[in-house]
């Protein structure tokens, strides 16, 4: 099977814009979450979807926004770029509802650079 | 709150020491707890979780709800073992959210 996937891998962006990432999950899998990783904060979650709804939200302002799609492909948007959004943003896909003890297969994530 | 703690950033062994990375955690109920591993220029993988109790690629790692306690053991370093060492909480609410410690890197010397 083929891996989570995220395009684009790279992005340079400047202050005030906005910026939509994407992520297909692993075929079968219904399930993706979204974290941000930074040198300063590590790795936070951010939100997971499972079939077409937000389930979980973690901490971070209404800048940051995602939705899943009918073929669990799933989308996160960030507005009004702020130079601290920049980060590296993985996509992690699970099998389904019982997900507390499901394995997270992650992508390679996209580096997001805001300048 | 949910809060994972790795109290070391970094780990240096020589090849054949034992190892231990140190993984502790908060959180008011029953905790699902996990180690991920991200080798040198590759995705970051699920090692081993609690509720497996399984051994992989020869680590273990024994929750102690006692010590709120989930470190990470292996006997003999390999140098392959060198890598980057995430341990993370999943609590009951349901959904995917892990809480990842800060990560520990694991350095094993010939």
């Known amino acids: 099977k083929a891996g989570v996937t995220q395009t684009p891998r790279y992005l340079i962006k400047t202050r005030g814009q906005q910026v939509t990432l994407s992520c297909s999950p692993i075929s079968g899998h219904r399930s993706v979450s979204w974290y941000q990783q930074t040198p300063g904060q590590g790795l936070q979650f951010l939100f997971e979807y499972f079939s077409e709804t937000q389930r979980n939200k973690g901490n971070f302002p209404g800048r940051f926004s995602g939705r899943q799609f009918s073929n669990s492909r799933s989308e996160m948007n960030v507005s009004t770029l702020e130079l601290g959004d920049s980060a590296l943003y993985l996509c992690a896909s699970s099998l389904g509802e019982r997900a507390l003890q499901e394995t997270q297969y992650f992508g390679p994530g996209t580096r997001l650079l805001v300048l | 709150a949910q809060r994972v703690t790795q109290p070391e950033k970094l780990l240096s062994v020589f090849k054949g020491a034992p190892v231990e990375l140190k993984c502790n955690y908060s959180?008011?109920?029953?905790?699902?707890l996990f180690w991920y591993v991200q080798y040198s220029r590759q995705r970051l993988q699920l090692l081993l979780r609690h509720i497996s109790r399984e051994s992989i690629k020869g680590f273990t790692a024994d929750l102690n709800k006692g010590e709120t306690s989930f470190h990470l053991k292996k006997p003999f370093a390999q140098e392959e073992d060198s890598a980057m060492y995430y341990c993370a909480l999943s609590g009951r609410e349901g959904g995917n959210k892990l809480v990842f410690g800060a990560g520990t890197i694991l350095r094993v010397k010939s």
């Open positions: 959180y008011s109920g029953s905790p699902e």
